[in-house]
């Protein structure tokens, strides 16, 4: 069975940081593309990142408004993957996905993020 | 940026009714491999989203052969061919030919 749990989501003040993890099992994750996605209180869907596998050198693509405040990232070894979110904003409020592959398969429950002072 | 553009925003079914969803985007989703990265997800509530059809018109693992997509360049369709109450839910097209990957803001689909 096929499992993404996203974890590292709360409440947290503008200007802070959280990390965002996913752990993942039952299929082969070190050829995954995984990718990041959002869900804002209006119920839109707005990618984020994605992060390639090995044999495309983890190539890694970003949403232009988050580039250089969030961090994709991946290890093999733990099925895993990671987002560093720092600056937040209060627009980021939302809940945050972790999905595999780049047409978005299987998806993680999500882990709510709270922006707010 | 692409942008998808969904209709309706809202449908209202009875149960049995074909319906139909509607997805055109801003450039052409065909990719220089020949495959449109054009795929659709359902969000039945209080769930995360669900890939009921990916690359335009394969069918996700498990999902009912009620639901077809089709299309071409810009312009996609989604049937649900005889609407079951567990099909109620938001329905989103989402493209990934091209980075950014974008989504439809959503059509919902309701009992009428």
């Known amino acids: 069975e096929v499992q993404l749990v996203e974890t590292g989501g709360g409440l947290v003040q503008p200007g802070n940081s959280l990390k965002l993890s996913c752990a993942t099992s039952?299929?082969?994750?070190?050829?995954?593309?995984m990718n990041w996605i959002r869900q804002t209180p209006g119920k839109r869907l707005e990618w984020l990142a994605q992060?390639?596998?090995?044999?495309?050198?983890?190539?890694?693509s970003y949403l232009e408004s988050v580039k250089g405040r969030f961090t994709i990232s991946r290890d093999d070894s733990k099925s895993s993957v990671y987002l560093q979110m720092n600056n937040l904003k209060e627009e980021d409020t939302a809940i945050y996905y972790c999905t595999a592959s780049s047409w978005f398969a299987y998806w993680g429950q999500g882990t709510l993020v709270t922006v707010s002072s | 940026d692409i942008v998808l553009t969904q209709t309706p925003p809202t449908l209202s079914a009875t149960i049995g009714q074909s319906v139909s969803i509607s997805c055109r985007s801003s450039?052409?989703?065909?990719?220089?491999?020949?495959?449109?990265?054009l795929n659709w997800l359902i969000q039945r509530p209080g769930q995360p989203p669900q890939l009921l059809i990916y690359?335009?018109?394969r069918l996700e693992s498990g999902v009912p052969n009620r639901f077809t997509g089709s299309g071409s360049g810009t312009d996609f369709t989604l049937k649900i061919s005889g609407v079951e109450a567990d099909d109620l839910g938001f329905y989103y097209c989402v493209q990934s030919t091209h980075i950014p990957y974008t989504f439809g803001p959503g059509t919902k689909l309701e009992l009428k």
């Open positions: 450039q052409s989703l065909l990719h220089s491999n020949g495959i449109t990265y």
């Open positions: 992060i390639e596998d090995k044999s495309n050198n983890y190539f890694i």
């Open positions: 690359f335009l018109s």
């Open positions: 039952g299929f082969t994750f070190s050829t995954a593309w």
